[in-house]
Each structure stands twice: as C-alpha cells, then as structure tokens.
C-alpha cells in the first residue's frame, strides 16, 4: 500500500473511531417539505434546533426524520473530507434520492443504517452515487438499502454490504457499480443479500462472505440479468475452507452463496475468457442453460440444486 493511500486510510478510520453525536452534526428534517438539501430552512443542529444555513461540505450529516423526508438530490452535492455521512439515527430511518441530473460525492464514510434499530436507504434512480466506503447495517438490529435504478456508484475503497446488521442492494437496468472492495456479511451475526437483477458491479477484491458463521441462508448473492466481474482469478476449486471458502467463486456457488435467477436458474463464471484479467460471474434461466448443454457449453458452470 502507498503511503499516501495508507494515510489517507488511516484518517478514515480515525473519523470512524471518533464518530459520534458528541462531536457535534446537523441534520436533514425537511422542515419546509421540499426535500431540497439546499434550502437553509430544511436543516437542524444538534439539539433540534434550526441553522438557517445550508451546512458546509466538511460537516457531519445525520438523517434521521423518517422515510419520505430525506433530500432528493438533483443537482451537485461534494463533501469534502471531515464530515461523515450517518442515515438511520436514534432508532429512526433516513433515506436519500438522487435523480437522472443528480450527483453526490462524498470523501468520507457514508453509514446507511448507522445506529442499533435504525434504518437508511440510498434510491439512485439515474447521476452518481460517489463515497470513499459505505457501510451498511453497522450495528446489531440496524440495516441498509442501495436501490440502484440507474446511473453509477462508484466506492474508492470498501463496499460493505451488512456489518453487524444487515445489508441489501438491488440492481437493475442500467446501473453500475464499481468498487475496491465488496464485502458481503463482514461479521457475524450481519447478514446480507445482493439482488444483480440487471446492470452491472464491478469490484477490484471481492472478500466475499463469511461462510464460517453463515447459520441460514439470509446472505446470498442472486444474479439474473447482471454481471459482476472481479479483477484477477478468484474462482478457485470449491474444496476451500476457512478464510479462502469465502472469496472462491466456485466454493460459493457450490454451496449456494452464489445463486441463479433465485435458485431456478444456473450461475456461470470463467477467468479471462469473456474478459481480459477478470473473473467474470453472471447467470442462466433454466431453459437457456438446456440450449448451452445441448451446444456442448462453453464456460464453467454449476447447477444449483433444487
């Protein structure tokens, strides 16, 4: 690792240590009802009080004032490093929307589903979605959604989909992800479930997931009409344990991690075949994997057992 990657790292995890209400924020509450980040009236401090300011791009964010009363973002939102971004506080949900002509980047951690029995979702219904990590369901009780309808998400470092809670991202039509890391279930008891019904993610190290403590089927990857590639050869020879079981694609699909069109369908996978350096993951209905048998295949594949 670089230097100025590892300190830049280091500074993350500092903020991530020292996050708390204690240190001062403000908050979305959509006093006017327009959702409109950049009404000055639709903002509070810490004690409840109104601001009367749009707050500056290093601040911490907290939204927390129930569903339906989240920002819509339709314009360019930057946050510049020092200001975290928590959506689900104080047992509450919070949600953010960004349209076709939106955009937010920030340079922090963005938590969706921060504290204990807390909600947050993220819908990206076209623009871009742009934060250093997310973190999803970060404690026991709370979760996380990444809707993405359209338009791209792209992570400097860690996606992570379901800490000590749980995670969800839905994929659909249109939409990419792109990530230096996805982490799927990152510790126990977190769970987690991507939906790649369409579109495609696209991560640099895929950690996987946590196949030691998985005790149900609640974390699982469903692939339909989406495509995920991962960079380098991680499918492996399925006969992985420990910490090796939860990055090797075909251990996963093996043992149903890795599932095709919710288990009717079969997952497909190949390194540097149907792209140059990657292993390439997607799947097939039932009636095509018969055509692909009857042509001979092409592509590794494993049928999940019904």
Known sequence: MGKMKFLKLACVLLLVCIYSPAFGWVAFNNADGDNDW????????????????????????????GLGNGPIIDGAIVKDAGGVVGMGEYGQAGEMEITSTGSFETAEVFYLGDDTNCYGRVTVNGG??????VRMGNYAGSS???IMNGGTCTVD??????????????????????????????????????DLLSGTIDVTSFFGILADYRANTDTYMNIEAGVLTIAG??????????????????YLVDNDYIIGYGGAGTVMYDFNVTNAGLTTVWAVPEPATMALLGLGGFALLRRKRL
């Not at 509070?44 to 500056?56: I, K, R, S, Y």
């Not at 994929?171 to 982490?183: D, H, K, P, Y």
């Not at 492996?236 to 910490?243: L, R």
């Open 128 to 133: 871009s979605f742009d934060p250093y990590w």
């Open 233 to 250: 050869d991680v499918i492996g020879d399925g006969t992985e344990t420990g910490a090796a079981s939860r990055s090797a694609i075909k």
């Open 157 to 194: 470092d860690i996606l992570d989909v379901g800490y000590y809670g749980s995670g969800y991202i839905q994929m659909n039509a249109g939409a990419a992800i792109t990530a230096g890391q996805l982490r799927l279930q990152s510790d126990a008891p977190g769970t987690s479930v991507v």
């Open 144 to 146: 996380g959604d990444l």
């Open 38 to 65: 950049n009404n000055a009236n639709n903002w509070e401090d810490d004690g409840g009080n109104p601001t009367g300011a749009v707050p500056p791009s290093n601040e911490v964010i907290l939204m927390y004032h």
